[in-house]
């Protein structure tokens, strides 16, 4: 079993930042590619980064150049930092765990609100 606990949402202006943090507990070492979601109000939910154990990353087009996804391995926890935020990127943002046998747990959700 693997419990992941969100932090860093909240409100922020346009053209600023924000850093999410995502804190896996339980069996860690099982966890193979880490990951950020995002849903936005009557939409699916998007992935936006992924992580893997050996840190290859992969971004959404949508926020390349803006956002960065870390992984500390020894302390099991992953970040997105965000930067340039738009009015669009607006949305809960969910941290996600799959393991090496393919199951995956998902966090419980912080919300992100880009507005003037």
């Known amino acids: 079993q693997v419990q992941l606990v969100e932090s860093g949402g909240g409100w922020v202006q346009p053209g600023g930042s924000l850093r999410l943090s995502c804190a896996a507990s339980g069996s860690g070492s099982s966890i193979r590619v880490m990951a950020w979601y995002a849903q936005a109000p009557g939409k699916q939910r998007e992935l936006v980064a992924s992580i893997t154990r050996g840190s290859t990353a992969n971004y959404a087009d949508s926020v390349k150049g803006r956002f960065t996804i870390s992984r500390d391995i020894a302390k099991n926890t992953v970040y997105l930092q965000m930067n340039s935020l738009k009015p669009e990127d607006t949305a809960v943002y969910y941290c996600?765990?799959?393991?090496?046998?393919?199951?995956?747990?998902w966090g419980q959700g912080a919300q992100v609100t880009v507005s003037s």
């Open positions: 996600n765990a799959l393991t090496w046998i393919s199951t995956s747990y």
